[in-house]
């Protein structure tokens, strides 16, 4: 009866020593920005249009009133941790040109597919 009790006393001790993980929720912020949306803004859109596909901007200066700026941060406690930024600059109430951590895929060069290696052996012949 005595070796029960004290096992049960160890048992339950040494379980104490391992703590279960506490959860950490994912934290995002802002504007969230992905290629798609970029990829849609054309210079000479309007405000309106602008905010039709990203939404309304996080901050918007009240002293400057050409520039939107989209923040996102997403941070998974002790695994990942991202910031992207983009700012759109308006003149005369259309889209001008955008700064930040995207560019359009136009912009991306790309290998032309009909352009291919020419040190590739050739197909069949005939």
């Known amino acids: 009866m005595r070796f029960t009790a004290f096992l049960a006393c160890v048992l339950l001790a040494s379980s104490a020593c ?3 993980r506490l959860y950490r929720a994912t934290i995002q912020q802002g504007n969230v920005i992905s290629q798609e949306m970029v990829d849609k803004l054309e210079p000479g859109m309007t405000r309106n249009q602008v905010a039709f596909i990203m939404g309304e901007p996080v901050l918007r200066n009240p ?3 050409d ?4 923040l996102y941060r997403v941070e998974v406690p ?3 941790e991202e910031e992207k930024r983009l700012t759109l600059y308006f003149e005369d109430d259309l889209l001008a040109y955008f700064t930040g951590d995207y560019a359009p895929s136009a912009a991306v060069p790309r290998a032309d ?4 290696d020419d040190t590739a052996p050739a197909g069949p012949q005939g």
């Open 18 to 20: 391992t703590f279960p």
């Open 63 to 65: 002293f400057v009133a």
């Open 67 to 70: 520039r939107w700026h989209y």
């Open 78 to 80: 002790g695994r990942y």
């Open 113 to 116: 597919p009909a352009q291919a």
